[in-house]
Each structure stands twice: as C-alpha cells, then as structure tokens.
C-alpha cells in the first residue's frame, strides 16, 4: 500500500463540511458554540500540510472521537422520525440526524479525498473476506446471543440507510481505517496494526454490551482486511453497510433485550 501519486491540495474539498456546518446552523440545530467548534475542526484538518504529522493526527484523532461521540457542545441531534419498534425482543429506535459525526465524517472525507493514491488492490481477496465477514459476523453475533434471528422489511429503510452511511459508516471507516489503520500499520507492521485497530473499534461500541463489542472486533478486522487489501476507502465502506443491513434486515434490531 505505499502511495505512487499525490492528488494535489484542493481547497474546495473543505467546501462540504463548512456548508453542513451552514445548514445546521440555519436550521437552529447547531449553536454558535458548535459552529465555533466545527469550523475550528475543519480549519485544524486543512491546514495538516503546515503541521508537524504526529500533532496533526493525534488532535484529530481525539477531535474526531469527541465529535462521533457527541461528546462536544453545541450540536443538538434532529428527530427524523417516532420510536418504532424493528423487533419484539428489542427497545424502540429513534432515527436521528447526528450533525456533529456526520461533520466528522465530512471534515475526515476532505482530508482523504487529498491523500496519495495507492497500489493496485487484491480484488479476489478482498471479495473472500467480504464474504467471509458477512458470514461469520451475524452467526458469532447470534451464537453470542446478542441477537436473535428477526426477518424484517423496516419502515423507513431508506432513511435508515441515508442515516447509517453517513453517520456510521463514513465517519467509523474514515476514523478508524483512513486515519488510525494506516498509522498503525506504519508503526506497528501489518498484523499488530490491524489487530489493535479492531480492537479499538471494538472498545468503542463496548458502552452497548460487551458481547457487542466482541462481535464489533470480528467486524473491525473483517473492515480492516479489506481496506488493507485494497488500498481503499470505499470497499470497506461498502461492506460495512452490508453487515449492518444484514443486521437491520435479518437479525434483531439494534439489540436483544436480554
């Protein structure tokens, strides 16, 4: 995965987040405070060219934690729909539009769209373990208990997707392979880097169980493999959403209420 071309600095890349930003803040959702905060974020990641590397990444990694965590002020969530219940043996879920992680997400995509282009992928192997996690992960997660088999057709899918791809997946993927994976790799060698890596995405989704989070390992070296393999953002975006489809549509929905 060493990088054979640059693709340039391109400002206008920084044209997305700001203008999500804008429409928060048109929309009452997001303060002053936190079009301070944004803005201040996408500023910081702009200028990585003029910063010294490990600074960079370490204030973003924590900046972009906090705001997929919503964990800074200013950012208030938009309801997009009543609690509905997915599953019997589940709590209702409310879809919501986060704006501080889809920022994340944003502000991240405008630093990734500017990072060097890589080798050819491995296509082949990058379909095996796409298969290979689709697979195991809902069978370890219903071999766990953490859900039970739930066939459904949910309303309100397509928003669910909208919702999931650019919050979840983009920020998750960006965050966590783009940023953490690859410095990693860099430090560490491949295996070490793609192991703490998934198992740090796994420690962040331990606040909903921890049988969870076990199962989110598995998935975040299933992620982590295929971003390996490919040198590239979107196969691993894409199987991300697959597994978490899989989830919405097959299994229970978010969680069994055990």
Known sequence: MSPTQGRGYAPWYWMLPLTWLAFGG???QISLIGLLLGFLFV???ACSPRIAPWLWR???LLSSLALAAHL???FTPLPLSEPLAYSPDARPVLLRLSWDKVLAGLGLLGWWLQEPRHVPARWPAVLLVSLLTLLLVP???LTLGVVGWQPKWPEQLALWLALNLSGAVLAEELLFRGLLQRWLVQQLG???????????FGAAHWPFSPLFAAVAVL???GYGLVFHLSG??????????AVNLCHVLLLTYPLREL
């Open 190 to 200: 491949t295996v070490a880097g793609l192991g703490l890596t998934a198992l740090l």
């Open 58 to 60: 370490c204030v973003t």
């Open 139 to 141: 069978l370890v997660a």
């Open 232 to 241: 590239r953002l979107w196969p691993a975006m894409a199987l991300h959403l």
């Open 219 to 221: 998935a975040g070296l």
């Open 43 to 45: 500023l910081w990641l």
């Open 26 to 28: 048109a929309l009452g």
């Open 72 to 74: 800074l002020p200013g």
